[in-house]
């Protein structure tokens, strides 16, 4: 998949269910004005995704990672608003997987198999906007205790 052709006022990219193994580092260097991306139903893993594979996404309101193979939360652009990961194999949340997220209102991240023992009490701890968080398919016996400090006095959906 190459988007260099693509124009620089881009602001929509479907490229989903295409069975895409790996992004190039450079794939949306040229694409600033993306604002939603749908990478879902690709063949997606770590490996595949270079460091800083997004960082030129500036603009990114909505990323769709849903069904790939990651197993660890990639660098993201700190401008989305709507995060989607479900699916994938995440092994585990840490404190630093959503820092720098501060506009991040909805997060869905079902089917990932987490629990107790492997997302970190810290690590809803930087999404003070979020509003809307789904967390289907998990074995929590508790709401992380990250969470409730995050929700405050808005109401959260869970």
């Not at 990639?74 to 840490?94: A, C, F, T, V, Y």
């Amino acid at each position: 998949m190459n988007m260099q052709g693509a124009p620089s006022s881009l602001e929509q990219g479907p490229p989903t269910e295409n069975e895409i193994p790996k992004l190039p580092a450079d794939t949306f260097k040229t694409l600033p004005n993306l604002e939603w991306l749908d990478l879902s139903e690709n063949k997606l893993s770590d490996a595949g995704l270079p460091l800083h594979v997004f960082r030129n996404l500036t603009k990114s309101k909505r990323l769709n990672l849903d069904g790939n193979h990651l197993t660890a939360i990639p660098p993201l652009p700190q401008s989305l608003q709507e995060l989607k990961m479900n699916d994938n194999n995440i092994r585990g949340l840490h404190q630093y997987s959503f820092q720098g997220l501060y506009n991040l209102l909805t997060l869905k991240p079902e089917g990932n198999g987490f629990h107790d023992r492997n997302v970190c009490p810290l690590t809803f701890k930087p999404l003070q906007s979020l509003m809307y968080l789904r967390l289907d398919c998990h074995s929590f016996r508790a709401i992380p205790s990250s969470l409730q400090a995050a929700a405050g006095p808005e109401p959260t959906q869970l």
